[in-house]
């Protein structure tokens, strides 16, 4: 049951890695533009706080309404399909040895294959949702947790460059610390994506650090041009 639960929740890694990616670069981009400009870290302060609660929000009904449409999109095609397949039966048949012939089957196999994936109408329907729609397996995903683990994420992700504008009361001496925390879970978050990919982990880990870097420079250079 354990086993089950874990594989269920894995789904929702990509939810939480966009979550937490996105709090940390993007508040993180923020503090420093808003430190290249003013001086005192209280209102450095106000504006990271302001970001992690907008943010949050902004990600959680982003990812909510994305997650349902999918799966609304998904459930109205499913439907459709279902209903051709009872009016049409023929017609979908041939869609079927459509599909197959072009992946190289002919003559009798090509009748085999379609005698029995048209046996089965759930395999009916998932080949046609995923060779001729492209849909591809469902996530299954509920929107509510999607977007409550890209939240949370979120929120933990943005609330680190934060941090050190509690403790420092000059920006100046908060920013180093900023991106330094910053930076070190970045690089921690992509050394553990990469395990998902051929990537090697320290040139994935490296990569969020660059993307980190980048824009932060950038808005810091940008408070600078306003500087008060």
Do not use: C
Not at 26 to 54: F, R
Not at 68 to 76: G, R
Not at 138 to 145: D, F, G, I, L, R
């Amino acid at each position: 049951m354990e086993e089950e639960h874990f594989i269920d929740e894995k789904k929702y890694l990509s939810d939480a890695v966009l979550g937490l990616n996105d709090g940390l670069i993007s508040n993180l981009a923020l503090v420093a533009g808003v430190a290249g400009a003013i001086a005192h870290s209280n209102i450095v302060l106000i504006a990271g706080i302001a970001e992690v609660l907008a943010g949050s929000i902004s990600m959680m009904s982003s990812n909510y309404l994305s997650t349902k449409s999918d799966s609304e999109l998904y459930d109205k095609e499913l439907e459709r399909e279902k209903q051709e397949i009872r009016d049409m039966p023929d017609v979908e048949r041939q869609e079927i040895r459509d599909i197959y012939a072009k992946k190289g089957f002919k003559g009798k196999d090509l009748e085999r294959v379609v005698e029995v994936i048209t046996s089965d109408e759930e395999v009916w329907l998932r080949v046609m949702m995923e060779e001729e729609l492209g849909f591809g397996k469902v996530s299954n995903k509920n929107p509510m947790k999607a977007a409550g683990y890209t939240g949370l994420a979120f929120v933990f992700g943005a609330i680190i460059p934060v941090i050190p504008f509690m403790i420092f009361s000059l920006s100046a001496q908060a920013l180093p610390y900023a991106v330094a925390f910053t930076a070190a879970v970045l690089f921690a978050g992509g050394a553990a994506k990469s395990k998902f990919t051929l990537k090697k982990w320290y040139i994935g880990g490296f990569e969020m650090v660059a993307i980190g870097i980048f824009a932060t420079a950038l808005t810091y250079n940008l408070g600078l041009l306003f500087q008060i």
